[in-house]
């Protein structure tokens, strides 16, 4: 089947680049010592953070709703899929140089790898999907809770079993995206997705402004864009210093 791309599903993406670029410009002005500012604690930037990652998972979700749609086979999905893979792995390569003591072990990239098989394979769930990701969301607190009353839990704060997100406190890591509760919103986005698919495809299938073409270009190449906007600030900041 023929896959044709989707210049709303794009755009929205294309936006949550923009914001994540002038977030991590921010971060990196900080980390020079350029701006002072709490990235780990102030609502200002945590909030921020949440939403950046929320709107990246809720994209993946709605571009997975509209792959299994058009038909895509594993063969393609597996050779996205290793893009991906292959780029949290130089994610860790890259951070464990920057921050040795707090290297990304497991960040967005390395969620985003692991939620891809488990949506993909779930992909048929229907309206199940909306109370699968609310039970994912709805895991965070419960797990808390449970630390709380059985200290025997403590095992699952161990960087072995963290990935998991069923943590009592936030291990010390420079990006941190379990599937608890961040497989929920991918799960949201695709039944978000096939909800529109069946019943409003004209809401993400009309023309956008051409205002917005260079978000959607950005939207198509995030992955490079992600991969690549760090190193550049980074060298253009040290430059500068």
Not at 125 to 147: N, S, T
Not at 222 to 233: E, N, T
């Amino acid at each position: 089947m023929t896959r044709e791309r989707f210049a709303a599903i794009d755009t929205l993406r294309g936006f949550a680049i923009v914001w994540m670029t002038l977030f991590h410009f921010c971060f990196d002005l900080n980390h020079e010592g350029w701006l002072h500012q709490n990235f780990y604690e102030d609502p200002f930037w945590t909030w921020q953070r949440t939403a950046i990652v929320s709107l990246f998972l809720f994209c993946a979700g709605l571009g997975q709703s509209v792959a299994v749609a058009q038909g895509q086979s594993w063969s393609r999905f597996w050779k996205r899929w290793l893009q991906v893979a292959g780029c949290a792995l130089l994610v860790t390569a890259g951070s464990v140089w920057m921050f040795p003591k707090s290297f990304i072990y497991f960040g967005v990239l390395h969620g985003i790898a692991l939620m891809l098989l488990i949506v993909r394979a779930s992909a048929n769930w229907g309206r199940w999907l909306w109370l699968a990701g609310a039970m994912a969301l709805a895991m965070k607190p419960l797990a808390f809770a449970a630390h709380v009353h059985w200290p025997e839990l403590e095992f699952l704060n161990l960087r072995s079993w963290n990935w998991l997100g069923l943590i009592s406190r936030k291990p010390i890591t420079e990006d941190y995206v379990p599937l608890v509760p961040w497989l929920g919103v991918m799960w949201w986005g695709l039944a978000a997705g096939q909800w529109l698919l069946a019943r409003r495809p004209d809401w993400i299938q009309r023309p956008m402004p051409r205002a917005t073409a260079p978000l959607a270009w950005l939207g198509r190449w995030s992955l490079s864009w992600y991969m690549l906007h760090q190193p550049v600030f980074i060298g253009i900041l040290l430059l500068a210093r």
